[in-house]
């Protein structure tokens, strides 16, 4: 059993069993050929490719994600062996710690993340937005004063804002408030780099007449600009009304040193 970097030539092997993993299908496919440029895809092979993980380094994290492992191979410690492989790259090139994010339901992968020393520091919830068109709404750029936004998800990774980011991101007009009542509500917007057309948004949550302004104006946001989906991921609990709600996540992280 050997664990390397992956080419191209391993996309069809891998993505044959990585076709409907979840109910809802699988992404491995669509990013593949991304994650080879980015690099830091490996694949765990026998005599054909049957694992596959990726390490996305930012800073002093790496986050591992599409873990998949063939599903006549499970159970032997494979996908272990891919994170702990992962984990001592990381570590070689300094980094302290790592994160992942795992559907609260995926007991196989909570289970095994869990034995591997990863605990859950947030849970996040997953919900979905069609862009449509509104009349304009209240809403602003910029950051209310007493707000401090630890995260925000681009494609789907979970990273840490540090100040200059956080400029960075107010600069590009990515930070939208809408404050016409008390409590306010803030969103980072970010265009996927993975999937076309698809907006995603880290909303820290206000009332619920803030949050349905703010959800508008990005909603007409992405109708003018023909967007096809918009996803929302958010610690906190949406009205029923004001997005649908598709799945939850742990954010897991280990210390590395
Ligand atoms: C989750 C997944 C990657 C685990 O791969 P794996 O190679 O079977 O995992 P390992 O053998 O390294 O498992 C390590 C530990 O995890 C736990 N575990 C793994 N599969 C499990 C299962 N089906 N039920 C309960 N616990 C399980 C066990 O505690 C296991 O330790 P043990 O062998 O000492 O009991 C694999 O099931 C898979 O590809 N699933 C579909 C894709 C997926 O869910 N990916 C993760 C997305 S975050």
Redesign the pocket.
């Known amino acids: 059993m050997i664990i390397r970097k992956a080419t191209a030539i391993d996309k069809e092997h891998i993505t044959k069993f990585?076709k409907n993993?979840?109910s809802w299908g699988?992404y491995i496919q669509d990013v593949w050929d991304f994650w080879v440029k980015e690099g830091n895809l490996f694949v765990l092979e026998n005599t054909l490719p049957i694992?596959v993980c990726h390490a996305y380094y930012l800073d002093n994290n790496v986050w591992i994600?599409?873990?998949?492992?063939?599903?006549s191979?499970?159970?032997?410690?494979?996908?272990?062996?891919?994170?702990l492989h992962i984990e001592s790259l990381a570590q070689k090139r300094g980094i302290e710690t790592s994160s992942?994010?795992?559907?609260v339901e995926?007991?196989?992968?909570?289970?095994?993340?869990?034995?591997?020393g990863y605990v859950i520091s947030e849970k996040w919830n997953f919900y979905s937005l069609v862009p449509k068109q509104f009349d304009a709404c209240s809403v602003r750029f910029g950051l209310p004063d007493t707000l401090t936004i630890p995260y925000y998800v681009k494609s789907w990774r979970w990273l840490r804002l540090n100040n200059a980011k956080l400029l960075d991101l107010l600069n590009n007009n990515q930070v939208i408030c809408c404050d016409k009542s008390d409590d306010p509500s803030f969103a980072i917007i970010s265009n996927s780099e993975h999937f076309e057309k698809t907006m995603l948004i880290t909303l820290y949550s206000g009332s619920n007449d803030n949050d349905h302004d703010l959800l508008s104006y990005i909603q007409n946001l992405c109708f003018r600009n023909n967007y096809y989906r918009i996803q929302i991921l958010t610690k906190n609990t949406l009205a029923p009304s004001t997005a649908e709600y598709r799945l939850s996540f742990n954010l897991m992280s280990k210390l590395l040193s």
């Not at 499970?74 to 891919?82: I, N, P, V």
């Not at 992942?100 to 559907?103: A, E, G, P, V």
């Not at 995926?106 to 095994?112: A, R």
């Open positions: 990585c993993t979840f699988d694992g994600e599409g873990i998949r492992i063939h599903p191979h499970r159970k032997q410690g494979l996908a272990s062996q891919l994170v992942m994010l795992i559907d995926n007991n196989s992968s909570l289970q095994m993340a869990q034995n591997l």
